[in-house]
C-alpha cells in the first residue's frame, strides 16, 4: 500500500495565448513513512502538484489517491489526515505563538496537550517565545511554528512546501533534522525545494522542469547512472572559459559550477584530460586545474535539462 498515487495528473492556467501548462502528465508513488522530495526551480509546478494533493485545487486531467482515498470524491476524508506547510509564512501574525498553535489545534477539534508528544522536540525550541507575536519571530522561529502548526493534529502525512527558502544555513540544518526525527515517527513527508543539497536528504526524488517529471530514483541512483565523464576545470574567469569551452570538439556540455566549469564529454577508454589542458592553453589561459569528479544531483538536472 502507497501513501500517495499520481496518475498522469495535468494542470493549466489561463486562456488562449496565456495559457501555461503548469503540470504535465505527472505520475509517481510515495511509499508510507518515506521522505519524498519534489526538486526543481521555481515555476517547476511544484506547488501547484501539492495544492491539488492537498485537495486545494482540482486538476484538468489525471487522478491521485492518497492513504487510498481519491483526491476528488474523498476530499473531506483527506483533508483531516494531512499537515500542508506552504512555502509562505500563513499563521496569523497578530496572534502568538501560543494562540497560533491552540487555534489550530481547535480547527481538528484537538488540543496541544492531547498531541504535545509529537510537536514536543520543536516546540520546546520556541516554548520561550509563547507569548510573542508570530510577526515578530526570526525566519527559523516562524518556520518551526509553522511545523508544529501543521502537526498538531498528528496528520498521516505532512507536505511542506520550500520550507526552508530564505532560512539561514544553520536553522535549515536543523530543520532537516527535525525531518528525519518525523520519519522514525512513520509521518510520511513529501518536501518540496529548489535545493539540490536537500534532494540527498530525501529516500527518493523526482526531479522536475516546466511541469515535467524528469526522472525518479533515489539520489545515490541518480547520481551514479550518470552516463558522461564529468570534469571540474578551473582556469581563470568561469565566463572565459565557458566561452573557450564552447568550441571544444569533444564537449557534450559544458555549464558554471561555483567558482569552476563542469565539462561533459562522451564517456570513453580513450580520452585523456590533457586535451582539455592543451585546447586552453592554446585559447591563451596560463594555470588549467582539470580533475574528474562524481556527478551531483544538480549535474543529474542539468544533464536532463539538455537532453
Keep these: 500500500m502507497k501513501s500517495i498515487r499520481v496518475n498522469n495528473l495535468t494542470k493549466t492556467y489561463g486562456k488562449g495565448k496565456s495559457k501555461i501548462l503548469a503540470v504535465d502528465d505527472v505520475s509517481f508513488e510515495v511509499g508510507h513513512g518515506e521522505i519524498f522530495g519534489l526538486i526543481g526551480p521555481d515555476g517547476a509546478g511544484k506547488t501547484s502538484i501539492f495544492r491539488m494533493l492537498t485537495t486545494l485545487l482540482l486538476p484538468d486531467s489525471g487522478s491521485a489517491s492518497v ?3 481519491d483526491m476528488v470524491k474523498d476530499y473531506k476524508k483527506i483533508r ?3 499537515g500542508y506547510m506552504p512555502g509562505k509564512f500563513s ?4 496572534l502568538t505563538v501560543e ?3 491552540n487555534f489550530f489545534a481547535s480547527v481538528f477539534n484537538t488540543t496541544i496537550d492531547e498531541n504535545y508528544d509529537l510537536i514536543k522536540d520543536i516546540y520546546i525550541q520556541i516554548e520561550p517565545f509563547k507569548n510573542r507575536k508570530a510577526g515578530a519571530l526570526s525566519g527559523g522561529m516562524k518556520q518551526k511554528l509553522a511545523l508544529c502548526c501543521a ?3 498528528q496528520p498521516k502525512i ?3 512546501d520550500e520550507p526552508t527558502t530564505g532560512v539561514d544555513p544553520v ?4 530543520f532537516w533534522e527535525m525531518l528525519q526525527r518525523l520519519q522514525k515517527k512513520g509521518i510520511t513527508l513529501v518536501v518540496a525545494t529548489p535545493y539540490m543539497d536537500e534532494a540527498a536528504l530525501c529516500d527518493r526524488i523526482a526531479l522536475i522542469q516546466h511541469g515535467k517529471i524528469l526522472s525518479i530514483d533515489s539520489p545515490e541512483n541518480i547520481s551514479s547512472t550518470f552516463p558522461d565523464l564529468l570534469f571540474d576545470v578551473k582556469a581563470g574567469r568561469t565566463s572565459a572559459v565557458l566561452r573557450a569551452l564552447e568550441n571544444f570538439p569533444e564537449k557534450k556540455n559544458a555549464y558554471a559550477f561555483g567558482e569552476s566549469v563542469h565539462l561533459t564529454v562522451e564517456r570513453s577508454e580513450n580520452f585523456n584530460t590533457s586535451s582539455v589542458q592543451e585546447y586552453l592553453k592554446s585559447a591563451g589561459f596560463e594555470e588549467v586545474e ?3 569528479v562524481k556527478a551531483s544531483i544538480e549535474d543529474s538536472f542539468i544533464r536532463l535539462l539538455s537532453n
Design 80 to 82: 483531516p489526515i494531512l
Design 151 to 153: 502537526l498538531i493534529h
Design 99 to 101: 494562540e497560533n498553535l
Design 158 to 160: 505532512l507536505f511542506l
Design 67 to 69: 492513504e487510498d482515498f
Design 171 to 174: 536553522s535549515r540544518k536543523e
Design 290 to 292: 582539470i580533475s574528474s
Design 91 to 94: 499563521l496569523y501574525q497578530d
